[in-house]
C-alpha cells in the first residue's frame, strides 16, 4: 500500500464513526459539511548506502474544512496519523476563509518509510 492510500485508510477508519468525508485532494465547494482532504506536498530519498535510498520522507497536509472551529477534530486526526509508522505531526496553521466563510485548519506531518 502506497502511502496516499495508507492515508485514505487512516483517515476514513478514524472519521467514519463522526460521519465525515475524506479525500484526497483540495477543498471542494460541492461540499457544505464539515469535511478532511490531504495532499502529499513532496517526497524525498534519504538514508543513502552504496548509491541506493534506504528510506523516502514524505511531508503531508490534511486539511480539515468547516463552519465550525473544529480543535476536536484536529485533535482525532493528530491522533490517527500518528498509528502511521514514523508519522509526526510537524506544524498545525488555523485560518478563517473569508471568501468562502469557512474554517481551515491545515495540519502537517512528517512520514518516514523505509524502502524494501
Same mark, same amino acid.
Given at each position: 500500500?502506497?502511502?496516499?492510500?495508507? $492515508?485514505?485508510?487512516?483517515?476514513?477508519?478514524?472519521?467514519?464513526?463522526?460521519?465525515? &468525508?475524506?479525500?484526497?485532494?483540495?477543498?471542494?465547494?460541492? !461540499?457544505?459539511?464539515?469535511?478532511?482532504?490531504? $495532499?502529499?506536498?513532496? /517526497?524525498? /530519498?534519504?538514508?543513502?548506502?552504496?548509491?541506493?535510498?534506504?528510506?523516502?520522507?514524505?511531508?503531508?497536509?490534511?486539511?480539515?474544512?468547516?463552519?465550525?472551529?473544529?480543535?476536536?477534530?484536529?485533535?482525532?486526526?493528530?491522533?490517527?496519523?500518528?498509528? !502511521?509508522?514514523?508519522?509526526?505531526?510537524?506544524?498545525?496553521?488555523?485560518?478563517?476563509?473569508?471568501?468562502? &466563510?469557512?474554517?481551515? &485548519?491545515?495540519?502537517?506531518?512528517? !512520514?518516514?518509510?523505509?524502502?524494501?
Amino acid at each position: 500500500m502506497d502511502i496516499i492510500e495508507t $492515508i485514505d485508510s487512516i483517515l476514513l477508519s478514524a472519521l467514519s464513526p463522526l460521519s465525515i &468525508k475524506s479525500f484526497y485532494g483540495w477543498y471542494d465547494s460541492n !461540499i457544505n459539511e464539515t469535511h478532511i482532504t490531504f $495532499i502529499q506536498l513532496n /517526497d524525498t /530519498d534519504t538514508d543513502y548506502a552504496d548509491d541506493e535510498a534506504e528510506s523516502v520522507e514524505y511531508y503531508v497536509q490534511v486539511d480539515i474544512w468547516s463552519k465550525d472551529n473544529m480543535e476536536s477534530l484536529k485533535k482525532t486526526i493528530k491522533t490517527a496519523m500518528k498509528t !502511521i509508522d514514523n508519522c509526526t505531526y510537524n506544524q498545525g496553521i488555523d485560518f478563517y476563509e473569508t471568501d468562502i &466563510k469557512l474554517y481551515h &485548519k491545515a495540519l502537517r506531518f512528517y !512520514i518516514v518509510e523505509e524502502v524494501d
